[in-house]
């Protein structure tokens, strides 16, 4: 069984930070891209930002500049520091592990999310 569990959700107030945590078990970790996604209350699932198993990250345009995507591959670990953080950016944000080596880590894994709210 591959689980993902997120943590570091809350209540911040604009302008303020956050860094959400996804603890990764039952896989081989280095052979995952990790990856983190939000959705907002009527709108669709959006990447916010994704990273290999040798460190390349992609940002969403959107967030771009106030996110960081990290990963600690011996402590199965990944991260998204957000700073600067705007109302908008309030939503669930899900945690996603998808298979980076051909055949040898397939498939596409999700976490439970863990809310963010951005409100004065």
């Known amino acids: 069984q591959v689980q993902l569990v997120e943590s570091g959700g809350g209540l911040v107030q604009p302008g303020g930070s956050l860094t959400l945590s996804c603890a990764a078990s039952?896989?081989?970790?280095?052979?995952?891209?990790m990856a983190w996604y939000r959705q907002a209350p009527g709108k669709q699932r959006e990447l916010v930002a994704r990273?290999?198993?040798?460190?390349?990250?992609n940002y969403a345009d959107s967030v771009k500049g106030r996110v960081t995507i990290s990963r600690d591959n011996a402590k199965k670990m990944a991260y998204l520091q957000m700073n600067s953080l705007k109302p908008e950016a309030t939503a669930v944000y899900y945690c996603?592990?998808?298979?980076?080596?051909?055949?040898?880590?397939?498939?596409?894994?999700w976490g439970q999310g863990t809310q963010v709210t951005v409100s004065s």
């Open positions: 039952g896989t081989i970790f280095s052979r995952y891209a």
């Open positions: 990273i290999t198993p040798d460190g390349g990250t």
């Open positions: 996603n592990a998808y298979g980076w080596v051909p055949l040898l880590s397939r498939g596409d894994y």
